[in-house]
């Protein structure tokens, strides 16, 4: 036994049905809202051809792309040279498939496939995992789910402020009321560069300030100087980054810093806007924040951009994105404008548990087992299983006549809330005892009571 | 652009949300179902180790697992002389992980190293994709999802009962109504080949049999020739193939054929029993029928099998399963008994485009789109995008000023079956143009009227 004891990859995990069900409960909370915003379902191949994979995250990011053997003799077209040359010159001779390391590229991939047949604006959603050879620690997995909403084909910033919408209405449907939305827009970051004396620099600026949470102001100023940044700019930096107030004060402020600045000022006309769109809306629960150290590490935004904190609890951001303006243009079609934005599933159920948020009712599958004590019960309960079944219940008949004890400690490891107790006297009255699993209480009723009461709950 | 061209591997396929619409409407019909049932959903990884892979699927199946290319420098450990003594022996120094080739040997996996936290019977269904090197054709791909459901730990033929009943809820709700079940027995199989004096050859004769629709009588027989059973057994066979009667009329037959196997004996009783427990149900469409020609070549069955077939359609079984008593032995973990079925999705999706099956209803997602023809109207529908979408009315508001054709089209692709027209006029009487796109009609309501209206749909 010990030597064939399976395993499963490291990075990757099984998940059993409590956790599951919890899960799902987030995926259908995301998706109903997904929905009701209109944006449609996609699915795209957990396989990607190589070459469409290759070249978009960076060299780093190539490294941790998890590669598929070509099947059967793959070693056929391949010379003993090839070998000698090493894995990364052998890798093209071997392997020509490779698992999705993102939605993002895989959508792109597609909206360039089918731009034919896509009705603009397209408004896709895609919930899938993904798989990164990274280095599993704790939070990191090598297998994990994406949440993505996209659209492309508009500029119009409503979709902006519909996000914001969006992520509102998520979490707060999701128990989660405590939480910040950052935005900045990537031209303000543009327009602070050249306010200080460094044009067209915003990007290795940015990197520096995204920082800000981890390595404090005097780290930041440290890699700014390593990355050639003057010690005036540096110093012109500082009041900016230190601007404090709501976000209509340092709107009032930005106004000034980036007046001489067209990117800047029109990074906060589209800020302003936004702003606008959701002063027409109801807000449940979302503060949202303009935050112009807010920077994100990927170079491919254009627009605006967002990120998500839950305020009281331990985690990092739960949600991201933000507007590109050229993401099919890695596939040859420029100019297709989009903004997204990504939920992180696996943090948000972190969150939850931490904030202790899951609901019994969000983890129940079978809400009746019916005991089984010997064959005349089994017999009499068949069609009662059925009746409660069709009455919508999730119902189970216990499987073999078996202990008492047994049947019960089956209903509270599936937490079935209600047992039906059906022995000799209750068939002789058709009085069913149904027992609350989580009271202990017990009442004496007939079939339809069973199903009156379960669906009152 | 042509250089850069995106394709997919081939034997994928994207899943375009129309497309997802109506495969998702197919997944949920047997989530429900199997939900209803007692079932619980677990996931398993994309990944499983090769070695928890190998071995599980015969010769050929080893073969058709797409093998993963360990990360980073992955010929680190391999020496010239694995490369010379070719793939196969390359493999084990170069790759550890491999992708899913079916939901049965995860599951497996699952119980055996999860066996002191389940609780027994342990009811579970997966829905995930698998994938196979097979080479692609019509209907066959190398991505594609299983729907699986098995209960292990318990003998109870009411578990067979009930995956009849759950395959007749699924296509009754599914509107699929023409349907038959095939039941067999491995046992009865068994009995056959010790009453036509081939005690224990009963593999050998099924694998002839179970080619009985495609190859005819002849060729069957032929085949048991080439396999050593003798002339008089194939002629003693010939009878049993050839009886003919309802599932009551074959099991008196098979009463006095397989009067002296024990094994034979044993399956007919517990196709009774199960025949037994359908009596205490009602039945919906599914006509139940004891066919002896049914063997299915999976050879870890060892009770009850099944197989479904749609009667007016031209489409292979679309579901099937059986009973087994030694899944988990291959992982060191004896005499766990267990019955399973699966459904095939993409099957059943191209008989329901086949039948005409899917309605309007299972393909819409945007049930409102609200025009927009200038800021004005867009900045007075903004409330009234609110106000839907919190009635819970899918709604989208097209998100720039465009010209009414080019929003009426965008309404038409994504099937949107109203559209809300918010002119001048409508904006100071506040009574606003529904148009109904399927139809053509048009009315003027007041907002609350457009909600009253949709929800009544």
Redesign the interface.
Known sequence: ?SK??????KG??????QV??KR?YIFSTIRKTF???????????????L??LTGKYGEEGD??I????N??????K?A?TD??Q??KS??RK????A?RYDLTVPFA??V???RN?I?F?F??YQIQ?V?R?DRPQRGRY??FYQCDAD?VG???L??EAEIV?MIDEVLSNLGITDFSIKINHRGILAGIAEAIGQKGREVEICVAIDKLDKIGQEGVNKELSERGVSDDSIAALQPILNLKGDSNTLISSLDNILENSAEGKRGLDEIKEVFK?LS???VKNAALNLDIALARGLSYYTGCIFEVKVNNATMGSISGGGRYDNLTG????PDVSGVGFSFGVDRIYDVMEELNLFQASNQT??QL?ISNFDKAS??YS??LL?QF?NA??????Y??AAKLKKQM??AD??KIPFVLLVGSEEMQTGLLQLKNMQTGEQMAVVAEGVIAKLLEI
């Open positions: 036994m064939d004891k399976p395993a499963i990859p990757t995990r099984d998940f059993n049905p599951v069900v799902n929905e009701k915003f209109g944006y449609q379902p996609l699915e795209t191949p957990a396989m990607e051809n070459s469409v490294q941790l998890f590669k598929i053997l099947s059967g003799d793959y070693l056929a391949t003993v070998f000698e090493g894995s052998m890798l071997i392997s020509e498939k698992l991939r597609f360039v496939m089918n047949e009705t604006p408004k896709r995992p798989w050879a090598r297998e659209v508009t500029k119009s409503l979709c919408l769109y027409s809306f109801q890695m596939f040859g079609l599958i079978t087992l089994e017999e068949l069609p059925q079944r919508g219940i999730a119902t189970e008949l499987p073999e400690t089956y490891q599936k």
